[in-house]
């Protein structure tokens, strides 16, 4: 079995991450979560630049698998967008989960409190809108400011897209919850 650096013709392949402000020290908390199965499982190398504010990942000779850096890289960048170590670890096992992001004024231009109040509606009294549609459609979302971060398969990343869609948009949340449980129940009959 050739390693990944044999798959690259010898060469060491890089990637680098940028560590927004924000990020910086969730990720001093969590480098010890992050660090572990990059180096174990994956066998990269792994280390925090602070000049230049990055994480650098590379293969070493011990990579087998040729997918382990983008799988490393789209890791650590879910960890900076905002998800919890353990969410983006999914990212690491299994292989059809993605990340989309979008602003909610991507979907209506908003400004001042019209904004401020469709980013509550998503995210609901003490975060319930944003945990129901999570547990419905089996997605993780981060509310950044006015971005919205959504990890899932794609077809669940659809229904949750569709149902934050929705509470920007204006409906109400009771309504979205009748339309989710609607969508829920269509994803699990599929499997």
Excluded: C
């Excluded at 590379?58 to 960048?77: M, N, Y």
Aim: aromatic share 6%.
């Amino acid at each position: 079995a050739l390693s990944a650096t044999e798959m690259a013709g010898g060469k060491v392949e890089e990637r680098k991450v940028l560590v927004p402000a924000h990020r910086y020290t969730p990720l001093k908390e969590s480098w010890n979560k992050i660090y572990t199965p990059i180096v174990q499982h994956l066998k990269l190398q792994i280390r925090m630049n602070l000049k230049a504010r990055l994480v650098e990942l590379r293969t070493s000779e011990h990579t087998e698998d040729s997918g382990a850096l983008q799988r490393a890289t789209d890791f650590v960048k879910a960890f900076m967008l905002g998800f919890e170590v353990e969410d983006g670890m999914a990212l690491l096992r299994l292989d059809d989960l993605y990340i989309e992001s979008f602003e909610v004024t991507d979907v209506k231009m908003l400004k001042g409190d019209h904004l401020s109040r469709a980013i509550g509606r998503v995210a609901g009294k003490g975060g319930k809108t944003k945990f129901t549609i999570e547990n419905v459609t089996k997605t993780r979302i981060v509310l950044a400011d006015t971005k919205v971060h959504i990890l899932g398969s794609y077809q669940n990343i659809r229904a949750a897209r569709d149902a934050v869609v929705h509470l920007i948009l204006g409906s109400p949340p009771g309504k979205v919850y009748g339309q989710l449980r609607a969508v829920g129940h269509r994803l699990n009959t599929q499997f």
